[in-house]
């Protein structure tokens, strides 16, 4: 999978649109990642992971990290819509200083969540092991970008 185009690019489409800043939106993304974090650790501490709650596992970390997202473009006055909106989102972290890994690895996981969500696909459980991973690890760089 590639990078995101650039987060110029997707302003230009009219995917990305300056709008007022959001500051309640953002917060109540903030306190609802922060929630879904503490339950997915909850859940992955009684049950681990497994064929059974993988794709699930899967998708509350895309939700986690996509929330942070934009909530930080909330809190910058950007908002997003349509086709691509997803992926536009994600381009917004290269402007936050991420890196090209980071921002690859966020771009893919779109990729696979939406296979699920859209296609039925089935996901392993080493995918979900290296999502959470990646979640943990990247968790705490968004939470820093939206204080």
């Given at each position: 999978m590639n990078l995101p185009r650039q987060f110029e690019d997707y302003i230009k489409q009219g995917i990305i649109k300056e709008c007022s800043i959001n500051k309640s939106r953002a917060n109540f993304l903030i306190s609802e990642t922060e929630k879904t974090f503490r339950g997915l650790n909850k859940r992955l501490e009684v049950m681990g992971i497994d064929e059974d709650n993988a794709n699930s596992i899967i998708k509350d970390c895309y939700d986690i990290i996509m929330e942070l997202i934009r909530a930080k473009l909330f809190l910058t006055g950007y908002c997003s819509a349509g086709q691509f909106a997803h992926?536009?989102?994600?381009?917004?972290?290269?402007?936050?200083?991420?890196?090209?890994?980071?921002?690859?690895?966020?771009?893919?996981?779109?990729?696979?969540?939406?296979?699920?969500?859209?296609?039925?696909?089935?996901?392993?459980?080493?995918?979900?092991?290296?999502?959470v991973e990646f979640t943990k690890k990247i968790y705490k760089k968004l939470k820093e970008i939206v204080k």
């Amino acid at each position: 999978m590639n990078l995101p185009r650039q987060f110029e690019d997707y302003i230009k489409q009219g995917i990305i649109k300056e709008c007022s800043i959001n500051k309640s939106r953002a917060n109540f993304l903030i306190s609802e990642t922060e929630k879904t974090f503490r339950g997915l650790n909850k859940r992955l501490e009684v049950m681990g992971i497994d064929e059974d709650n993988a794709n699930s596992i899967i998708k509350d970390c895309y939700d986690i990290i996509m929330e942070l997202i934009r909530a930080k473009l909330f809190l910058t006055g950007y908002c997003s819509a349509g086709q691509f909106a997803h992926e536009a989102e994600i381009s917004y972290l290269k402007k936050c200083g991420f890196s090209d890994n980071d921002i690859l690895f966020i771009n893919d996981l779109r990729y696979f969540r939406n296979s699920v969500t859209y296609y039925g696909k089935i996901l392993g459980v080493e995918y979900s092991k290296q999502v959470v991973e990646f979640t943990k690890k990247i968790y705490k760089k968004l939470k820093e970008i939206v204080k």
